[in-house]
Nanobody, 120 residues
Framework: QVQLVESGGGLVQAGGSLRLSCAASGSISSINDMGWYRQAPGKQRELVADITRGGSTMYADSVKGRFTISRDYAKKTVSLQMNSLKPEDTAVYYC??????????????WGQGTQVTVSS
């Protein structure tokens, strides 16, 4: 079983910054992709940013140039630095991790979600 613990959400004014972090633990042999999704009220969950095992990154067009995703391989963590935040960034942010467990099974896990609210 894989556990994900997120931290770093909160309330910030437009133009401000927040940093989200997600730590993975449990039955983990290796970690492939790590990413962040978000879901605003009344909207579908969407991919915000993703980082591969090799370190390649991708971003949603709406956050390019403002958000940066990074990972620490030793600590099994993924972080999302969010700068120049806008009210439309308000959402629940979810960590998502694709791991190979000790039984060589591919397991995709979700964090519990952390609220990010950007006031205008």
């Amino acid at each position: 079983q894989v556990q994900l613990v997120e931290s770093g959400g909160g309330l910030v004014q437009a133009g401000g910054s927040l940093r989200l972090s997600c730590a993975a633990s449990g039955s983990i042999s290796s970690i492939n992709d790590m990413g962040w999704y978000r879901q605003a009220p009344g909207k579908q969950r969407e991919l915000v940013a993703d980082i591969t095992r090799g370190g390649s990154t991708m971003y949603a067009d709406s956050v390019k140039g403002r958000f940066t995703i990074s990972r620490d391989y030793a600590k099994k963590t993924v972080s999302l630095q969010m700068n120049s935040l806008k009210p439309e960034d308000t959402a629940v942010y979810y960590c998502n991790v694709d791991v190979v467990d000790y039984y060589s099974r591919s397991v995709r896990s979700w964090g519990q979600g952390t609220q990010v609210t950007v006031s205008s």
